[in-house]
């Protein structure tokens, strides 16, 4: 037989679903720290938008782009919250979650030969998607504390980078970007003729005071950023697969052309939600998410600093990447392995997420208080029935 795809056939099955494989079979007392959901689920305003559009049979193909009413609110949303403020409807395309709002990018940014730029550790899919779209992926570590390393990015730009890749709040690092941060990356982007990709799906998800600053917020950057976004996160609706791109015209006509040829659109009744979503944000009552979720980074910070791991307390999203204590001798690999067979507790390797982090686990805490308390006593024996602590 002849070789099937090579960039697919080099592409390993993602760690993290190797992980929820072995966590399957460790039955009910299993515990995920490796879950990227949040612990509630899509409220009923939403999905009586999906079931209204299902009595009306809203059942046939959406326009390729998404159904006007939607994109309108996107555009709002956009102008509102992220001061987007030359976004219109016509520069919103509404996609298969999140993930495809990354397969569209790079399908319409990338030819053979092109480099992307992008810090890791970093979202597991950014990797493979450039296998996918022949793409060179130039991973520049992060510093210490999760921070980029500007100066770094700038030396490896060349004339073969198409376009720097950001997203803040940062999976798996919980790291928000900076003011500073933010504007030193826009300059690079105007500076050497780069597109900007900035992944928001976490911009609900800060602490302390934290804020989320949107990239295509400053001048000039209308052309040059690609601005993504989904309902997964924000709304507890990873399943309902629904996201959405503000971008220029001419990236948003490429992106249809691709849409049309490839999944000819996104689930019709889902976008009826997603609507109500947009415009009735405010009963989420994101205050009230944060304010657990803080409480759950504060004590997975506390936990992790009594055993002995190295911390960088993050600022957003719902992960925390703690460093192994060099004492122990494991690499993370073994580490999680042995814990889910041992202790029946699920964490990711940093070896998920890039080059750069190898001696790190990836801990995300949206699960509730009770599992947090329990899976780190378990961690906590695992530990010491190694005599590590
Ligand atoms: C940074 C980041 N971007 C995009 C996605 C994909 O989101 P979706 O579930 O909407 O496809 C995820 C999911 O974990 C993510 O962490």
Not at 258 to 267: E, K, L, R, S
Request: aromatic share 10%.
């Amino acid at each position: 037989m002849k070789e099937l795809s090579q960039a697919i056939l080099n592409s390993k099955k993602s760690k993290i679903r190797k992980l929820f494989d072995m966590l399957l079979q460790s039955g009910p007392e299993a515990i995920s720290f490796g879950i990227g959901q949040t612990d509630f689920t899509t409220p009923a305003f939403i999905y009586d938008g999906i079931i209204q559009a299902l009595r009306e049979h809203k059942t046939l193909y959406a326009p390729a782009l998404g159904i006007p009413q939607l994109r309108k609110a996107i555009a709002e949303k956009f102008r509102n919250e992220n001061q987007l403020s030359w976004i219109k409807t016509e520069n919103t395309i509404v996609t298969n979650g999140g993930s495809q709002a990354l397969t569209l990018t790079y399908a319409v940014l990338s030819n053979p030969g092109d480099e992307m730029i992008l810090s890791s550790p970093n979202f597991i899919s950014y990797y493979y998607l450039a296998d996918y779209f022949h793409i060179k992926c130039v991973e520049v570590p992060r510093q210490e504390d999760y921070s980029p390393n500007i100066e770094m990015i700038k030396e490896k730009i060349s004339s073969k980078t198409k376009f720097i890749l950001i997203n803040s709040p940062n999976n798996p690092t919980g790291y928000v970007y900076s003011e500073s941060e933010i504007k030193a990356i826009v300059d690079l982007v105007q500076d050497h003729d780069l597109y900007l990709v900035s992944d928001e799906v976490y911009e609900k998800f800060l602490y302390n005071r934290a804020v989320h600053i949107s990239p295509g917020s400053y001048p000039g950057m209308d052309e040059r950023t690609i601005t993504l976004n989904a309902l997964s996160k924000s709304f507890g609706a990873t399943g309902l697969r629904c996201g959405y791109i503000g971008a220029s015209l001419p990236i948003i006509q490429n992106m249809e052309k691709y849409i049309q040829y490839t999944t000819a659109g996104v689930n019709h009744p889902v976008q009826y939600g997603a609507v109500r979503a947009l415009k009735q944000s405010e009963k989420m009552n994101f205050p009230d998410i944060i304010e657990r979720y803080n409480k759950k980074r504060i004590f997975c910070v506390k936990r992790l600093r009594e055993l002995q791991f190295e911390v960088v307390e993050p600022q957003g999203a719902f992960y925390l990447m703690p460093k192994l204590n060099q004492a122990w001798k494991m690499t993370a690999d073994e580490f999680s392995e042995d814990l889910v067979k041992e202790q029946k507790v699920a964490c990711v390797s940093g070896t998920a997420f890039g080059s750069f982090s190898e001696n790190s686990l990836r801990i995300s805490y949206a699960t509730t208080d009770e599992k947090l308390e329990e899976g780190f006593n378990r961690i906590e024996k695992f530990l010491k029935n190694r005599n590590l602590i």
